[in-house]
């Protein structure tokens, strides 16, 4: 879909220069932001979760490694 999306928005914008067109620009116009959100979507779909940071501190580490208050 998105290499779709990206051929269109290139086809669009040819047939601008050919044509000298309004139309054909105001079709990439709107297209372009179509295009970022698909991509964005698919991004943050494929995202890896961050880890969950522990609450616990430094209870967790061993006596060698505590930070002196």
């Given at each position: 879909?998105?290499?779709?999306?990206?051929?269109?928005?290139?086809?669009?914008?040819?047939?601008?220069?050919?044509?000298?067109?309004?139309?054909?620009?105001?079709?990439?116009?709107?297209?372009?932001?179509?295009?970022?959100?698909?991509?964005?979507r698919r991004r943050r779909k494929t995202l890896p979760m961050p880890k969950q940071s522990s609450r616990r501190g430094a209870e967790e580490l061993p006596p060698n490694d505590r930070v002196a208050s």
């Open positions: 879909m998105r290499i779709a999306a990206l051929i269109f928005i290139i086809l669009a914008v040819g047939a601008n220069f050919y044509f000298n067109n309004l139309t054909s620009l105001v079709v990439a116009m709107f297209s372009f932001p179509v295009l970022v959100w698909v991509l964005l």
